[in-house]
Nanobody, 123 residues
Framework: QVQLVESGGGLVQAGGSLRLSCAAS????????MGWFRQAPGKEREFVAT????????YYADSVKGRFAISRDNAKNTVYLQMNSLKPEDTAVYYC????????????????WGQGTQVTVSS
């Protein structure tokens, strides 16, 4: 069992930056691939980024490639999402999730989810 708690969301102007954190409980954090997803009002939850258990491999949605960076610190049981050059269309609730397999972009492939953190980007 893995419990996930996101933090770091907030209100930022377009062009600004935010760093999201996701703290995980349990001793098996390093055995899970971690992902970030987001969901805007009236839209489906969409994939943002994922990182392999060792942190050696990452994969991004085209919409955030070059602006967002996912990383993890297995000693701290934490995964991060550094978001730069934010745009109003990045506004959403951001969720972290854990998966037992690698390179999944579908929410159904993730076994555990956090409660989400709101990110609002003003124009």
């Amino acid at each position: 069992q893995v419990q996930l708690v996101e933090s770091g969301g907030g209100l930022v102007q377009a062009g600004g930056s935010l760093r999201l954190s996701c703290a995980a409980s349990g001793r098996t954090f390093s055995t899970y691939a971690m992902g970030w997803f987001r969901q805007a009002p009236g839209k489906e939850r969409e994939f943002v980024a994922t990182i392999k258990w060792t942190g050696a491999s990452t994969y991004y949605a085209d919409s955030v490639k070059g602006r967002f960076a996912i990383s993890r610190d297995n000693a701290k049981n934490t995964v991060y999402l550094q978001m730069n050059s934010l745009k109003p269309e990045d506004t959403a609730v951001y969720y972290c999730a854990a998966s037992r397999s690698w390179l999944n972009v579908a929410p159904s492939a993730y076994n555990y989810w956090g409660q989400g953190t709101q990110v609002t980007v003003s124009s």
